[in-house]
Each structure stands twice: as structure tokens, then as C-alpha cells.
């Protein structure tokens, strides 16, 4: 058998093949060349690590991927077919390269600035990798010596962006088996606010990878409110990492839906950096068939006065499985930190699996801190309660599914997105029974 | 309406009904009183069609149907309703979609369109009155944070809207107050109809006090032991639930 490092050499020649290519500016390449001398010493985390001792990246390491996209055009009207928004700033992504006639962010408020990663690199010096550490995984070097688009969003002191920014990304399909590296960068300086959605969907259900980085800083008394919304192809892999660092009386709320993807892992990481700073870290994971979902999220409360509220449900079904590992730490200055957090899973067949681990490291000794973990199925008293009001088992289920699913969305300040989200769930159910 | 023919049911093997008789006819209001354990709910649930009980005797002939070979729904859809002792929450459910999910599943066994939005919503405002209940709680999960008395009030909101054939209310007064009960009676009181066949199961009498029943039936070890009218509940509430123990075995009054 092949060991993991022999076969994560393509990827390693494709970064040579970046930092030797001509025209790359040396500060990048520098940063390109530490990742990938990362790489060749981490490697893809292997099953013995602790933190992946539920997700084997055996299947993704087997495959060989494509790392050139043909070009290939789409229609705006697909891209409105699978907007989670109509009314936004939109930035779209297809097949790894940036779309300017698809976006729309010609026309932006003043204070506020959009623009393409691989229009605008060359301004980011300094600024990339700092929410992230390279030496931390192998996957953040892999982004790191491979990143070829994303998106740049900052805005500057106490601006409110008036619309949300949703960014599409879109694999079509067209380029079999193809890998992009996405890097995207939110900078909100002091008081400035902004919606943004991550947003990935897939056309097919071709195997592709879609593997992304994003790096969130909020100045003091910055509000994000971000959320991530995964609808990839049932046979694509999605790897990806969330890293914010939040200073005082900073605000991030963030909801992580994930519903597509043969193998998706999500590192979801908040340092709350400042007194006052506030963190919400919710999401749902809806996952079937042969589906495989793994989500690590980390909050470090670094010092006094900060809070924490995580609430991730599941609903598995099929022989899909899911993994929630959730590390409070609560370093040794940080009194006064409230966190909460609970995992929650339903399970509506025998054969899925659901690994929940739900961890607190508390250092201080004057804190608030709760946690808990509950894995279940649809209750029988409720399910009988529909039935003998008329509605068919299939229907009484599908209802009782989506109840316990959207509860994770009664967070969401804006109606407008806690609707379409609503939506999106509400089609992704088992649907036999039709809507009633 | 309804005729029970000899119906034994047992739970995990263990015998709870043992050959309950009783014919009800349309219009017609039956209470059915007993002591803990006598199998009241028990014959409720078989009634309308839970999981868990087995019918090892005896048939249920519902308008003409066999009423033990239908699923729950097919019977809650044919206007059987059972009104819960213990009405369940359903967070994330709200009771406006609960109500018009119930009222279209009937709806649309009885061959009829689904109502649109605003028709849908002034039924279901006239029916609120009925119960006295506040708009708010259209909006609310289903019987999520509602006291013991609204959650009988929505239980009955439910049927009003429903308009079922036969409603089986499963010891509708217990946790309620004497305002509660008032609200709840009048809102039973205003659906009793010629076509309409209820059947209510207590422990006590007080709610007949409210509910006027046409037939009193007293129920002990899974038999009905005694049918009369309404005294037959007043001597009961004189002379409690003992007596019934004294009764020789398999008679039927």
C-alpha cells in the first residue's frame, strides 16, 4: 500500500510549477514556497492524527485531479437559479476562475471594497495568512502554496454595508476531477458591518475538489454576520477552513450549512482576541446516502470578559456519517467567558454513524461554561400526534425533520436569509410525501 | 356511527380491554368514566389508531368501514379525532401549519380544493373565538410554553376547525381549572350536532357537569360494567369507584 506522502506529490508539483512561473511577485512566492515545505513534511493529515481520527482523506489522496478549468461559459439565469439571494452584491467563482460579467460589484458604496484574489494579490502582502497558521494542518499549507482565486472584501471604519455579499462558487462540471484553491479575505475595520455568504454549489454530480481558506479580522466593535451555505456534488470532496480573530467588542455571527459533498470538512476556528468580543458559531449538517461530514470548530476565549454561543445539529440518514468535534478553550486570564455549546443529531436510519465530541479546556476559575451532546430519533408521541390529525407517516416525518433542522436558523437576524435558508433545508429533505 | 363489538387489546401481552361493547349513534354524547387503570386510554388510543396495542378479539365498525384496518390518518382523515390527554410540543412546528396541514390532509380525502391563505385564515379566526384564544398563539410552536388549559384549548381549536364525526375526548378536564373548563366545555357544548358523535372519557364527573352526556358507561378491568344516563355519573361521584371492584367478572350491565 501507498503511503499518503507518496501520493500527495501532484499537488506538490503543481505549487513548483506556481512558484516558478514567471511574473509571481517575491513576498508571494516566498509564502508559497514555506506552505509547500510544509507540505512535504505534514503531508495530508493522516487517520493517526487526532483530529482526523474520524475522516480518512484516503479516497481524496487516490484521486489525481485537474488543476487547469477549461473555459466554459454560463448563463446569468443559472446563476439566479442557484443564488441563495437575489438582492446582493454577488460574486461569482465558476470553476475556480473569477467571473466579472456574472458578478456584480461594479456598482459598490463608498467604504466598501470587492474585488477577485487573483486581480488583487499583489496588494495583499501582509495581509494573507494571518488568521491562519501554516504550520497548524497540512491542509492550510496545501491552500496556501496552492491558492489561485478568491475573493477580497474589506470595509473601512464605520461603514454598514447595506446589502449582502454572497459569494458563488460554482463547479460546473465541464473540467473532470478538478481541484481550485480558494482564498478569501473579510476585513472589517473598527465599527464597520457586513453580511457575507459563502456559498458552493455544483451542477453535476461529477467528483471534484473544492478546497478553501478563509480569513476573517474584525477591528474593534466590527459586526460580521457570515454564513456558509455548501450545496456541492454528492461525489466531490469540499475541505475547507473558517479563521477569525476578533478584537474587542467585536461581533461574528456565523452559520455553517452543510448539505452536499462526498466528504466535506469544515475547521471552524474564533479567537476572541478582545474584551466584549462576541462569537456565534451555528450550523446544520444534512447528510445521506454514503455522504461523510466532518465539522472541527474551536473557540479560544484569550481573554476576560468574552462569550460564546454553538449550537450544530445533524440529521443523518442512509449510512452517512457525521463527525462534531467542538473545542472551547477558556485560556487562563479569560474570567468571566460564558460558552455555551450543544450538538444535537437525529438519526432517521440504522445504518448512519454520528461521532460527537464536545470539549471544554478551562483554565480560568471564574467562568460560566456549559456543554452537551444529545443523539436521538423523531419522537413517537409526535409523529403520532401528526398522524391522528391526517397527515401520511412520510409527511409527519419530513415536518418533524424540518422543525429540528431549521431551529439552527432562529439565530439569524435577517429574515429575508433566514427564509431562503429555510427553503433550501426544506427541499433537501426525504420528499415522498409531498408538501402539505 | 360507531359500534365496538367484543374488543380485547392487550399491551405487551398483557390484557387491558376485554370485551368492551358499546354502539354509538350520530349525535349522540357518551361518557365513559372509570378508576385508574380501568383501560380508558387504552381504549382511546385503539380508537384512534396507535402503534402498540394488539387486538387479539372482536372489530370496531366505523361508518360502515372497518375501523382496526386503517392507519391513523386514514381515520383522522375519515373525521375520527381524538383530542389528547397529553397534547405534545412541537417546537419548530407552528400551530398556523399544523392546523392547515390537518384541515388539507381532510380536505383533500374529502375530494375538496385546499383553502387559500386568506379563506384558511378567517376560518381559523372564527374557530379561535370559539376557544377564546389570542392570535399570538397561531404563530407559536405547537403547544410549545402554552399552560395546561391552552393546550386543551388548542386541542379543541383543532377539532373545531376540523369538523370530525366522531371525537373522542380523552380526559379532556384534567389540569384544568374551573375557567379553563368553562371555555373548554362551551367549545365542545357549540360542536355537538346531529351528525356529530362524541366520546368523552373521565375520571370524573365534573365535566359532565359542563359536557351533558346522553349515555354514562362505567368502565372497570377493561368491560363495561354499567351503562345508564346522567344520574348513573352523580351516583358515581356519591359513592366513588369502589363498588365497581365488587362486580362479579364478565358481567355486563
Known sequence: MKQLTDLATPFASVAEALISAEGTVPWLKKLRQDALTQFNVLSLPAKKEEDWKYTSLWSLSQQSFNHHAESVVIAADDVDAVALLQDAYRVVIVDGVFSDELSDIDALQSGLSISALSESVEQLEHKLGKQTELTKAGLNALNTMLMSEGVVISVEAKIQVEKPIEIIVVNTGNTANLATHLRHKIELESGARATVIEHYVGLTQDSYFTDVVTEVNLAESAELTHYKLQQESNNAFHIATLAAHQAQNSQWLTNNISLGAKLARNDIHSQLLGEQSHVTLDGLYLVDGEQHVDNHTRIDHAVPNTTSDELYKGVLDGNSHAVFNGKVMVHKDAQKTDANQSNRNLLLSRGCEIDSKPEMEIYADDVKCGHGSAIGQLDEDQLFFLRARGLDEVSARSLLTYAFAVEVLTRIPNQVIRDALAEVIEQRLPKTGGKV | ?253
Do not use: C
Not at chain 2, 410554553?145 to 386543551?152: L, N, P, Q, T, V
Not at chain 2, 371525537?167 to 346531529?194: F, H, P
Open chain 2, 1 to 253: 356511527m360507531l359500534e365496538i363489538k367484543n374488543l380485547h387489546a392487550s399491551v405487551d401481552g398483557k390484557e387491558i380491554l376485554r370485551g368492551i361493547n358499546l354502539t354509538v349513534n350520530a349525535g349522540e354524547v357518551h361518557a365513559i368514566m372509570g378508576p385508574n387503570g380501568a383501560g380508558k386510554s387504552t381504549l382511546s388510543n385503539v380508537l384512534a389508531g396507535r402503534d402498540g396495542y394488539e387486538i387479539t378479539q372482536g372489530e370496531v365498525i366505523y361508518k360502515n368501514e372497518n375501523l382496526l384496518e386503517l392507519e391513523a390518518e386514514e381515520r383522522a382523515q375519515r373525521g375520527v379525532f381524538l383530542a389528547f390527554q397529553y397534547p405534545v410540543e412541537i417546537p419548530g412546528v407552528s400551530n398556523i401549519y399544523l392546523l392547515k396541514a390537518a384541515l388539507n390532509a381532510v380536505r383533500k380525502y374529502q375530494g375538496l380544493e385546499e383553502l387559500d391563505a386568506i379563506d384558511f385564515l378567517t376560518l381559523v379566526r372564527s374557530k379561535m373565538e370559539l376557544v377564546k384564544m389570542d392570535e399570538q398563539f397561531l404563530h407559536r410552536s405547537v403547544n410549545e410554553g402554552f399552560s395546561g388549559g391552552e393546550k386543551k384549548r388548542n386541542e379543541i381549536l383543532q377539532m373545531a376547525l376540523l369538523e370530525p364525526s366522531l371525537a373522542i375526548l380523552d380526559e379532556t378536564d384534567s389540569g384544568l381549572d374551573i375557567d379553563a373548563l368553562k371555555i373548554v366545555s362551551e367549545g365542545v357544548n357549540a360542536l355537538r350536532s346531529q351528525e356529530r358523535s362524541i366520546i368523552m372519557i373521565t375520571h370524573y364527573q365534573r365535566l359532565l357537569d359542563y359536557i351533558v352526556p346522553d349515555f354514562v358507561h362505567v368502565l372497570s378491568k377493561g368491560q363495561i360494567v354499567k351503562s345508564g344516563d346522567k344520574e348513573l355519573a352523580k351516583e358515581l361521584e356519591k359513592t366513588g369507584y369502589s363498588w365497581v371492584h365488587d362486580q362479579p367478572e364478565g358481567l355486563s350491565a
